[in-house]
C-alpha cells in the first residue's frame, strides 16, 4: 500500500507539473486545452474531497498542511498506513 500511495504521488505531482508548465510553454494545438480541462476536473474532485473530509481534518495536527496535500494529491494522501502483518 506504501508503494502504491508513493508512486500515485509522484504521479499526480507530476501531473502538476505538467499542467503548470502548459502555462509557460506553448505546446501543440489540443494538448494544453484538454490539459487544463482535465486539471480542472481534477482540481474540483480534490476540492469535493476537501469539503467532504473538513471535519477529519480539523481534528490533525497541521489541518492547513493537511488540506494542501489533499489538494494537490487527493486520497493518496490519506491512505493509511499499512498494518503489520497485512497482505
Do not use: N
Amino acid at each position: 500500500m506504501k508503494t502504491l500511495s508513493l508512486t500515485g504521488k509522484v504521479l499526480l505531482l507530476l501531473f502538476w507539473l505538467a499542467a503548470a508548465a502548459t502555462l509557460a510553454l506553448p505546446l501543440a494545438r489540443p494538448f494544453p486545452e484538454l490539459l487544463a480541462l482535465v486539471a480542472l476536473a481534477l482540481l474540483l474532485l480534490h476540492l469535493g474531497e476537501l469539503f467532504a473530509s473538513r471535519r477529519a481534518l480539523r481534528l490533525r495536527r497541521h489541518p492547513w498542511l493537511d488540506r494542501l496535500a489533499l489538494l494537490i494529491f487527493g486520497a493518496f494522501h490519506r491512505l493509511p498506513p499499512q498494518l503489520p502483518g497485512a497482505l
